[in-house]
């Protein structure tokens, strides 16, 4: 049976389902970049102290 036969008033359910997945999605994804953004500049700053204390 396909999808369009048996919908019914859930139509809007499921896209609001959809919606919700998809924002979490997105939220998710920022936060990986955020933290791979912050462990750069971490290290980046450790590599800087290391280096004044050599030169």
């Known amino acids: 049976m396909s999808k369009k036969a048996r ?7 499921d896209s ?3 919606l919700a997945k998809n ?4 939220a998710r994804a920022k936060a990986a970049v955020r ?3 912050s462990v750069a500049a971490k290290t980046r700053g450790m590599q800087q102290k ?3 204390k050599r030169g």
Request: aromatic share 0%.
């Open 7 to 13: 919908t019914g008033h859930h139509e809007h359910q």
């Open 16 to 18: 609001e389902r959809a």
């Open 35 to 37: 933290d791979v953004q």
């Open 23 to 26: 924002t979490a999605a997105e």
């Open 50 to 52: 290391a280096q004044s």
